[in-house]
């Protein structure tokens, strides 16, 4: 397995609360292990932490705003193309209806949306998925495997691409939106938080550094970019919040936030790091859409494609 130079990029304020715990007599060791507490990768953030102590002891100007880590990669073409992949302008058309963005944020880019889904398509969605439903897994990052968790306290099941009429109308409304091929996309993961559940601090971005993530970008790329739908208005709490840059979107039902955090580089933005606030009232139900650089293969399916 080759290594790449990758820029991760971090907020100011991460960077100034690792040159604090440095300053304060806090061990490297026991900052990466924070970090990795709130899901940061290990290895980055190990990365990250030694550049700012080396930065201290040197006399040397602190890391601001991005820093070139090595990353292990799996061989394989990159997409062509730079730039947001998601349309510009306040009104963005799909293959059955225009989509209004309510509000946008560059950098990183993060897009507040508008009756992607209809009140029907809503309902529809979480009356097939009940009866799958299953406890949610996360993905284990020093193993690759998936385990049940107990940061992401909720019930969820996956769609097979295009599965049926409903299913296959929304995974090319959502493709047209997020400038990707239908191809490209992960079938879509219905989520059921109850009162009391959230999901913690995460990227969305595959880690290169375990075989399964590694086997992953192998057949199919990185991931690149989110749709998170809400299928429900929630009585109390439930927003998504992105606390290295300070925003949140409040769920309501038929809407969405889209973010990227994978460019044509392989450029990863750490500043997309999210987390689902807890339901404080009722239940929180959303649909949500990975997609990778190149056509998805699931695991198993490599040898059949």
């Keep these: 397995m080759t290594t790449q130079q990758t820029t991760i990029h971090f907020s100011d304020a991460l960077g100034d609360w690792i040159a604090r715990s440095l300053g304060a007599g806090h061990t490297p060791g026991d900052i990466v292990d924070a970090l990795a507490a709130q899901q940061f990768d290990a290895g980055i953030a190990g990365q990250l932490v030694a550049a700012i102590a080396r930065a201290q002891r040197d006399g040397l100007p602190m890391p601001r705003g991005a820093l070139n880590v090595a990353m292990p990669v799996a061989a394989g073409p990159v997409a062509a193309g730079d730039g947001p992949r998601i349309g510009k302008g306040p009104v963005i058309a799909t293959t059955d209806r225009d989509v209004r963005v309510v509000s946008r944020m560059e950098k990183p880019l993060i897009a507040v949306l508008e009756g992607v889904l209809s009140g029907d398509e809503c309902e529809a969605l979480v009356a097939m998925a009940r009866p799958r439903l299953t406890p949610s897994t996360t993905v284990d990052p020093s193993t690759g495997f998936d385990m049940v968790s107990g940061n992401r306290t909720s019930e969820g099941m996956f769609f097979r691409l295009e599965e049926n009429p409903l299913v296959a109308r929304i995974d090319r409304r959502i493709s047209a939106l997020m400038g990707m091929p239908v191809e490209n996309g992960e079938g879509l993961q219905v989520l059921r938080y109850a009162e009391g559940a959230r999901s913690a601090p995460h990227f969305d971005f595959l880690m290169p550094s375990n075989a399964a993530n590694q086997a992953s970008i192998a057949r199919s790329g990185q991931r690149v970019s989110t749709l998170v739908i809400y299928l429900n208005d929630v009585a109390g709490g439930g927003d ?60 198993g399916m490599a040898g059949g494609m």
């Design 240 to 299: 998504t919040v992105f606390p290295e840059v300070g925003f949140g979107v409040v769920p309501r039902r038929g809407n969405a936030v889209y973010f990227e955090y994978c460019d044509a580089r392989n450029q990863l933005d750490a500043r997309t790091l999210h987390a689902g606030s807890q339901v404080t009232a009722g239940e929180k139900w959303v649909v949500t859409k990975w997609m990778r650089q190149r056509r998805f293969v699931p695991a």
